[in-house]
């Protein structure tokens, strides 16, 4: 055991050198200062669309997304008491590689000219967006994985998802400014699979041998994390919009929709849970889905009551996951959803696109005015009908779908071969690790249905 844990170490440690190594070489070749920031050297062959903004005002969307990843995402996943100081280290880790690794990848389908990649504030911008879904994606296998299998999982996801985004945005001309489908409901899906794949036969059915309480040190990691995204997770939303209003619209609904979930998980948490008022966790968890299905339609028409109404709906809905379809993926499709994403990135996100769709048939000039450009420019141009518009927005649905499953096959089925380890009890993403053929005991709380979110379930695996 001593020489498998120190071959973990090594593996990891050479595995960082040689990715960072990788990183520096091509950013030495390729990466250069974009001229976005100085009026009149932003050449149209680039896609600069914040470049008639002032650099200021970039920066500070930069800084309210970054937070927002590092902090909010970083704190969420410490609410689970065996995995939280482990898996907060393991989240700085993911997020300092994927920022690097996406500012590549996307450079070169985004910012790529005369060869070189040209960065800026809209660069990094998107390079949070894509880290944001792998730590989504990280959340579905927390416990499930070692550093170096997560940091493989991060490689190859990044270039995936920079693939269905150019795909979507670029190339189908998908409106999707808060991501509910390229960030939320790819992360969730690609991070099922990936699960599914590395799931171990059951020693006995979903045995409850142990109730395990996050208690308070971790309900104030949720306290924290929920408060950051309070504050911002709009700006998240509206971190793409082109101009101020459309910036507004898009805050605006992202806070009525929080608020609207909140309150519905206070209305159903009592019903569902043995519990007088809910746990900060499962505030935590209103929030995302209510961030999440506004990710969409968010810096569109929703009017400020469809925006409640909207989030009410989502509120509902989450924690309903937990009581019911929680229960089922882990029973009938063998999923270990540890952090619970299918509920609070899936769902949601899914909700999300089917509402854009929705929205998008109600767009018209007259509505929308000089906004319409904006939002749906392809429509205002006459290139596309309304109706053609939200057909591209629910076929986007599916192949968002289709890529996250194909691509989290790939990558599980990667991860599983290439490293040859399996995790090993409570170590889980925190680095002992064990030889597949061993077939080691492992405990992996999961949330199961009856619980409150904040109270996890072991789960008995070999």
């Known amino acids: ?56 005002f970039q920066q500070r969307r930069f800084q309210d997304v970054h937070i927002q990843v ?52 809209p660069s990094m911008v998107s390079a949070d ?30 270039t995936l998802c920079t693939l269905n985004e150019y795909i979507l945005l670029s190339l189908m001309g998908v409106s999707d400014s808060g991501r509910s489908l390229t960030v939320h409901t790819f992360g969730a899906y690609f991070g099922l699979v990936v699960s599914r794949v590395l799931y171990q036969p059951c020693r006995d059915k979903r045995k409850r041998e142990e109730r395990q309480d996050t208690g308070h040190q971790t309900d104030v990691f949720a306290v924290v994390g929920t408060i950051y995204l309070w504050i911002f997770w709009p700006s998240f939303t509206s971190a793409t919009t082109a101009h101020d209003n459309a910036e507004n619209w898009a805050v605006l609904n992202s806070y009525l929709s929080l608020v609207a979930s909140t309150i519905a998980t206070f209305i159903l948490s009592p019903v569902l849970y043995e519990e007088s008022t809910p746990r900060m966790v499962q505030i935590q968890d209103a929030t995302l889905a209510g961030m999440a299905v506004m990710g969409m339609a968010g810096e569109m028409l929703v009017t400020p009551f469809g925006a409640l109404i909207a989030g009410f709906l989502v509120g509902l809905i989450s924690p309903l996951g937990f009581r019911f379809f929680t229960p089922v993926l882990y029973s009938r499709l063998k999923i270990q959803d540890t952090w619970g994403v299918h509920n609070i990135h899936g769902l949601p996100g899914i909700l999300g696109a089917l509402l854009g769709t929705l929205l998008t048939l109600l767009a018209t000039a007259d509505t929308y005015g000089d906004r319409l450009e904006l939002v749906f420019p392809l429509v205002a141009q006459g290139s596309r009908t309304v109706t053609d518009q939200a057909f591209i927005q629910l076929g986007a649905l599916p192949l968002t779908l289709l890529f996250a499953a194909l691509g989290g096959w790939v990558t599980g089925e990667f991860c599983s071969s290439a490293t040859g380890w399996r995790v090993r009890g409570a170590g889980g993403l925190t680095g002992l690790g064990e030889r597949a053929g061993a077939a080691p005991k492992q405990s992996i709380p999961i949330r199961q249905a009856g619980q409150s979110p904040a109270v996890l379930s072991t789960v008995q695996t070999q």
Not at 78 to 104: C, D, E, K, M, V
Not at 141 to 156: E, S
Request: aromatic letters at 12%.
């Open 70 to 121: 590092l902090l909010s995402f970083g704190l969420l996943v410490a609410f689970l008491s065996r995995y939280g100081p482990g898996s907060a280290a393991i989240s700085i880790l993911i997020i300092a590689f994927t920022i690097q690794w996406a500012l590549l990848i996307q450079g070169f389908f985004y910012f790529f000219l005369n060869g070189k990649i040209y960065v800026g504030a």
């Open 1 to 56: 055991m001593p020489e498998h844990t120190a071959a973990l170490r090594l593996r990891l440690s050479g595995l960082c050198f040689l990715l960072q190594i990788l990183n520096i070489l091509l950013f030495a070749v390729f990466v250069r200062y974009s001229p976005e920031s100085s009026p009149g050297l932003c050449p149209p062959q680039l896609n600069c669309s914040q470049r008639n903004q002032e650099p200021v």
């Open 129 to 158: 967006f894509c880290t944001a879904a792998v730590l989504i994606s990280a959340g579905a296998v927390l416990g499930r994985v070692n550093p170096v299998q997560m940091l493989l999982l991060a490689l190859l996801e990044v």
